[in-house]
């Protein structure tokens, strides 16, 4: 079993920068695969990026490539967000999530393909 624990999240103006944190236990992490999707109100939760085990690939989604970074801190056990020039359309719940199956650039890409997820945190982001 893994338990995700995001934090990090909060009100920002546009153009600012926030990092978000997933703390991970129940499992080291270098044996999952880890994501952050958002879920804005009204909408279905979408991808952000994805990371794989050692850190080697990454994927994003188009709307944040450039923007975004996610990296991981194995002997932490920890992932990040790093979230850069934000938006209003950024607003949303961001979730973490873990998947221990190989790492795949698409399969990953996909929010049912996630074993375990954190509980969100809210990011704002004003105009």
């Known amino acids: 079993q893994v338990q995700l624990v995001e934090s990090g999240g909060g009100l920002v103006q546009a153009g600012g920068s926030l990092r978000l944190s997933c703390a991970v236990s129940?499992?080291?992490?270098?044996?999952?695969?880890m994501g952050w999707f958002r879920q804005a109100p009204g909408k279905e939760r979408e991808f952000v990026a994805v990371?794989?085990?050692?850190?080697?690939?990454?994927n994003y989604d188009v709307s944040v490539k450039d923007r975004f970074t996610i990296s991981r801190d194995n002997a932490k056990n920890t992932v990040y967000l790093q979230m850069n020039s934000l938006k209003p359309e950024d607003t949303a719940v961001y979730f973490c999530?873990?998947?221990?199956?190989?790492?795949?650039?698409?399969?990953?890409?996909?929010?049912?393909?996630?074993?375990?997820w954190g509980q969100g945190t809210q990011v704002t982001v004003s105009s």
């Open positions: 999530a873990a998947d221990g199956r190989a790492y795949s650039r698409a399969y990953h890409s996909r929010s049912q393909n996630y074993d375990y």
């Open positions: 990371i794989s085990r050692s850190g080697a690939s990454t």
């Open positions: 129940g499992r080291t992490s270098t044996s999952v695969i």
